[in-house]
């Protein structure tokens, strides 16, 4: 058993890190929602878990706490959908090359 090829590994090292640039970008496109309340509170966010919008159903303006507690979980909701999303995506495109855990860790940056 030979020695591991320098240039090899430094190859797939760079196609790595292209591969992760590529779905840094996809993620950003990607769009998601979560709701709460039957629909009064929606979030829309991207892959990159950034909060696109934020629609309140106006009838509930009055009740504070709970549109508080509306907003919280549809937030939330919409993260943790993002959050599958892009597991998902990364997984396609990286083909067991990245690890998902990797980017997501940095998706803040």
């Not at 760079?14 to 640039?21: F, L, P, R």
């Not at 779905?23 to 496109?29: F, G, T």
């Not at 939330?76 to 998902?88: D, V």
């Amino acid at each position: 058993m030979g020695m591991p090829n320098f240039g090899d590994m430094m190859k797939q090292i760079q196609q790595a890190g292209e591969k992760m640039q590529d779905v840094q970008k996809q993620l950003e496109k990607l769009v998601t929602s979560g709701e709460a309340g039957g629909g009064m509170v929606k979030v829309t966010v991207n892959g990159k878990q950034r909060v696109l919008s934020l629609w309140i159903d106006p009838e509930i303006m009055d009740d504070a706490e709970m549109v508080q507690d509306l907003v919280l979980a549809a937030v939330n909701s919409a993260l943790e959908a993002s959050g599958r999303m892009a597991q998902e995506e990364i997984s396609k495109v990286a083909g067991g090359m990245i690890n998902p855990q990797d980017i997501l860790k940095n998706l803040g940056q």
